[in-house]
């Protein structure tokens, strides 16, 4: 009898009499055996844990729009105390009216951010304690 | 299945006792894939957590090719590999068989005959020594009663592999008790 047939015969449950058979009999019984149970609350700490990422991810989503809205007040009220006018065109913004002519520098830095941004995500790994 | 889509679907609408049930129906499962292959303790309960908020953060991206079981074991399967590769620890392949069948089987430290009792715990102890990919295979195959597809598609290998690491593990520990048997059948 080949070893893979002792192994189905043991499984199927027949009976094996000689020190092969006695082997797999304790081997299947033992790898019957739980290696590990988890504690009786463990469903209640995940969900408690659920819900604490979800709390801190509304607390981020409260502290970016409060971030967005205060750059948004800071912005109304210093163009208001320079008295900037508005023109509606393309970099229209006094300082920044130059950026016009260096169409391939934007996207040279749009392109450099993004690269940085994907390299970060990629390659920088939350510590793990 | 259609009770899978079921909890899903209750799962996506933001159904917290629905994912409680996922938990409970698949602690067990999550808590054997993740103990057989780390051995220290006090990691353990917080991988498997870590497992289940990565089911209910992907859970959207499941599509019912599988039973959800075999999804949540395969994830748990990928983040237990994914902790012993930080830990560095040996995974990937399996060892070189003649030498390793050498080593695993000698009779160094063998101890007295031992009762049923003794003789299960060191076959337990025992299993730890096997390379991942045999005790993996051990554990979803007898203690979560899968079959060789569905054990397949967690591992990501094909049916014959793992039937393969089935018959192969088995026969390793069979050779390491035999010794064992053979002290306890001495006069």
């Known amino acids: 009898m080949t070893d893979e047939q002792l192994q189905q015969k043991i499984e199927s449950g027949e009976l094996v009499n000689n020190k092969e058979g006695l082997a ?21 700490r995940v969900m408690l844990q659920l819900n604490a990422e979800s709390s801190t991810l509304f607390k981020d989503y409260i502290w970016l729009s409060a971030g967005l809205l205060s750059f948004f007040v800071a912005a109304v009220a210093s163009l208001t105390f320079i008295h900037y006018k508005f023109s509606w065109g393309l970099f229209s913004l006094g300082t920044f009216r130059f950026i016009s002519g260096y169409p391939g520098l934007i ?12 390299l970060d995500k990629r390659l920088i790994r939350p510590a793990s304690f | 299945m259609t009770d899978d889509r079921a909890l899903v679907s209750r799962i996506l609408d933001g159904d917290a006792q629905a994912f409680r049930q996922l938990i409970k129906d698949n602690e067990r499962l999550v808590g054997h894939m993740v103990a057989r292959l780390v051995k220290q ?5 917080e991988l498997c957590q870590d497992v289940f ?3 209910h953060k992907k859970i959207g991206e499941f ?3 599988s039973k959800l079981s075999t999804w949540i074991a395969t994830v748990a399967y990928r983040h237990a590999i994914n902790h012993l590769r930080k830990q560095k620890m040996k995974f990937d392949n399996l060892p070189d068989e003649e030498s390793f069948q050498r080593e695993f089987v000698s ?3 063998l101890t007295e005959a031992m009762d049923d009792r003794e003789m299960e715990a060191l076959i337990l102890k025992i299993i730890d020594y096997l390379p991942t990919h045999y005790k993996t295979v051990l554990t979803l195959y007898h203690v ?9 598609k967690i591992t990501n290998r094909p049916e014959g592999t793992v039937k393969n690491y089935l018959f192969r593990a088995r026969n390793l520990l069979k050779e390491k008790v035999k010794k064992y048997l053979g002290k306890e059948l001495e006069p």
Do not use: H
Request: negative net charge.
């Open chain 1, 24 to 44: 797999y009999r304790k081997i299947f019984d033992a790898l019957k055996k739980e290696p590990y149970q988890l504690p009786t609350s463990f469903a209640d």
């Open chain 1, 107 to 118: 996207l040279l830095s749009v392109i450099l951010i993004g690269a940085f941004q994907w």
């Open chain 2, 41 to 45: 303790d006090e990691d353990r309960e």
């Open chain 2, 53 to 55: 908020l990565r089911v």
């Open chain 2, 63 to 65: 599509n019912f090719q």
């Open chain 2, 107 to 109: 009779d160094e430290n």
């Open chain 2, 144 to 152: 979560d009663q899968m079959n060789y597809q569905e054990i397949g």
